[in-house]
T-cell receptor
Framework: EAQVTQNPRYLITVTGKKLTVTCSQNMNHEYMSWYRQDPGLGLRQIYY???????DKGDVPEGYKVSRKEKRNFPLILESPSPNQTSLYFCASSTRQGADGYTFGSGTRLTVV | AQRVTQPEKLLSVFKGAPVELKCNYS??????LFWYVQYSRQRLQLLLR??SRESIKGFTADLNKGETSFHLKKPFAQEEDSAMYYC???????????FGTGTRLTVIP
């Protein structure tokens, strides 16, 4: 089944403790992206990647890092999480720059206390 | 710069009534417009894209370049249509899919 898989689904952590949210897709998509979803703000892009070893900042990259060492994986790294990063995170992938529509993961609900 | 505006955060309609979710955009080139839907506790799913000009689950959306709008319409709302709806824009050659802030549709039985 074609899908985007995120892990974990839920995560509670403490301020400053490094964490990684994994994202993997099995559709051979070149394009991958991370969004955060907050009430009243919709989805805002954090980082995106056009292909292996090619990443770039989205609208809200501060406090996040990403890597794209393999085509299928696009992990999101929070080196020192803070409470304002409490949010619902979505990974997405596409064959092109969104023109064919994105396939989204199930989301990761992160709480930083 | 691109911008997607969904003026209604909440919209309630009765079952069987027509529904229209508004979306306006700002983009200097030729945009590609989409509607995504998020049912309760589920992932976002692509509902419609303007280039395919299709009807999905009874929903249609027409790109009006003169009014820079891409409103989502359905003639008879069903309870299962209750969800969060996001309008999104991708510019040709751009590296991003921009989302509006979303409209939560509630269909009242």
């Amino acid at each position: 089944e074609a899908q985007v898989t995120q892990n974990p689904r839920y995560l509670i952590t403490v301020t400053g403790k490094k964490l990684t949210v994994t994202c993997s897709q099995n559709m051979n998509h070149e394009y991958m992206s991370w969004y955060r979803q907050d009430p009243g703000l919709g989805l805002r892009q954090i980082y995106y990647s056009m292909n292996v070893e090619v990443t770039d900042k989205g609208d809200v990259p501060e406090g996040y890092k990403v890597s794209r060492k393999e085509k299928r994986n696009f992990p999101l790294i929070l080196e020192s999480p803070s409470p304002n990063q409490t949010s619902l995170y979505f990974c997405a992938s596409s064959t092109r720059q969104g023109a064919d529509g994105y396939t989204f993961g199930s989301g990761t609900r992160l709480t930083v206390v | 710069a691109q911008r997607v505006t969904q003026p209604e955060k909440l919209l309630s309609v009765f079952k069987g009534a027509p529904v229209e979710l508004k979306c306006n955009y700002s983009y200097s080139g030729s945009p590609e417009l989409f509607w995504y839907v998020q049912y309760s506790r589920q992932r976002l799913q692509l509902l419609l894209r303007h280039i395919s000009r299709e009807s999905i689950k009874g929903f249609t959306a027409d790109l009006n370049k003169g009014e820079t709008s891409f409103h989502l319409k359905k003639p008879f709302a069903q309870e299962e249509d209750s969800a969060m709806y996001y309008c999104a824009l991708s510019g040709a050659g751009a590296n991003n899919l921009f989302f509006g802030t979303g409209t939560r549709l509630t269909v009242i039985p």
